[in-house]
Nanobody, 124 residues
């Protein structure tokens, strides 16, 4: 069965870095778009980044472009989100999500499968 498990969150100061991991089981990454979403207290869930299954192409929200990098290791069935130059407004629970043959441009909250999330807190 498809499962996604996030890890790597924590507390970091403004300007610091974290790397989040999304370990997938029950799927082959070549067939799935894998995305990162985040939800801050009192705010709507936001699509952050996505990597496509077909070609590994990437997408980033304007708010994180140039600071975050998504990548995958197919052998490990793991997707990473490297987050640099973190800001307090990046504070949120970060979720990874998977969808079969999804187009990354369709970065909406209707992905088929979701992890449980990992907390990222950036102190000012």
């Amino acid at each position: 069965q498809l499962q996604l498990v996030e890890s790597g969150g924590g507390l970091v100061q403004t300007g610091g870095s974290l790397r989040l991991s999304c370990a997938a089981s029950g799927i082959t990454l070549d067939y799935y778009a894998i995305a990162w979403f985040r939800q801050a207290p009192g705010k709507e869930r936001e699509g952050v980044s996505c990597i496509s299954g077909r070609d590994g192409g990437t997408y980033y929200a304007d708010s994180v472009k140039g600071r975050f990098t998504i990548s995958r290791d197919n052998a490990k069935n793991t997707v990473y989100l490297q987050m640099n130059s973190l800001k307090p407004e990046d504070t949120a629970v970060y979720y990874c999500a998977a969808d079969f043959l999804r187009l990354c441009v369709l970065l909406k909250g209707d992905f088929g499968s979701w992890g449980q999330g990992t907390q990222v807190t950036v102190s000012s």
